[in-house]
């Protein structure tokens, strides 16, 4: 391997199957490209499958569309549904997909956007197909989080859906670092059966569609000095890739560019912030999802720790 990971140290993906939300631009596209060059399966879970055919069209090899709404706990359900019914197995389940800095508004169940989209939409994806991860040796659920996760961050369990007040910067900070915790307590989880891992990754600051939603009293400053901070998507989704491929990652581990406040660079493996690691906080957050969404997981229990 070289010294800088990059797409030519991603092994063959030959047999291996893989999920990715949000895979029709920005980074969930880059990141199921490359898997699919690599010899995967690659199925684009997204919510706009026009989009996700064409983004299809311009990838080589083995790729599909799948129907995805995050922002609906029915169409996740139906979702797990149709891929449960055409997929005996899964190697990657890669949640990608997000938004950032929404307005307040909720989801179809009443989540706020943020919260209900990057992490309890998420969660109930991964419960509602972990029985195709468990049996197959290898496998990993890798969930994209964000160095927002640091910023203005805390699980707000009295108001967690930003009912008395909000903040679409905190919000989004809720949501990262609920994507973190949700990884910490699943790989805790899944230790004792020995198979699937759960990673994380963030991908610095890379120049995607995700930050269309910011407050206009930034965006005007953020445009001025993007080019000096932001990398390319490609660039961006390399923490992704390597924490869905590296033979070398272990359960727990955090992947994020190696540059200067991991705002860019090749990824490598980073440390996240020291509340994201308080157990009893990721074990009251993986209850309550588990309330809000209905959705229980197979046959997996808290247990040991996780690596950090």
């Known amino acids: 391997m070289s010294g800088k990971w990059t797409t030519a140290d991603i092994p063959d993906q030959r047999g291996r199957v ?3 939300t949000g895979a029709n631009t920005g980074l969930g596209y880059e990141t199921a490209k490359a898997l699919a060059e690599r010899g995967a399966s690659v199925v684009l879970a997204v919510r706009d499958t026009g989009k996700g055919e064409r983004a299809a069209a311009g990838m080589a090899g083995d790729v599909t569309v799948q129907a995805l709404d995050l922002t609906s706990l ?3 359900r139906s979702a797990a549904e149709a891929l449960r019914s055409r997929l005996d197995r899964i190697d990657l389940l890669i949640n990608n997909a997000g938004v950032m800095y929404t307005p307040k508004q909720t989801t179809r169940d009443g989540f706020e956007t943020q919260f209900g989209t990057n992490h309890l939409g998420h969660f109930a994806l991964t419960g509602l197909l972990l029985d195709r991860m468990l049996p197959v040796p290898g496998s990993r659920v890798v969930t994209v989080s964000s160095t927002g996760h640091r910023i203005r961050a805390a699980i707000h369990f009295d108001d967690l859906q930003w009912e008395r007040t909000y903040s679409r910067v905190a919000a989004y900070g809720q949501s990262k670092l609920a994507n973190l915790m949700f990884t910490y307590e699943l790989q805790r989880r899944l230790a004792a059966h020995g198979t699937t891992v759960a990673v994380a990754a963030h991908p ?4 995607t ?9 930034l965006r005007l400053p953020l445009t ?4 000096l901070i932001t990398q ?6 390399l923490p992704t890739l390597r924490a869905a491929t590296d033979p070398a990652v272990l359960g727990g581990q955090y992947y994020g ?14 440390v996240s912030s020291p509340q994201s690691y308080e157990v009893a906080v990721q074990q ?12 229980r997981f197979p046959a997996v229990r808290s247990g040991s720790a996780v690596t950090r």
């Open 74 to 76: 029915d169409s996740v």
């Open 284 to 295: 009251r957050l993986w209850a309550v999802s588990e309330d809000l969404t209905g959705v």
């Open 18 to 20: 893989a999920v990715v």
């Open 224 to 227: 001025r000095i993007a080019p």
């Open 257 to 270: 560019p190696g540059g200067l406040n991991e705002i860019r660079g090749h990824p490598r493996p980073v």
């Open 204 to 207: 610095g600051v890379s120049s």
């Open 209 to 217: 569609e995700l930050a269309r939603n910011t407050p206009a009293a």
């Open 232 to 237: 390319t998507p490609a660039m961006g989704a």
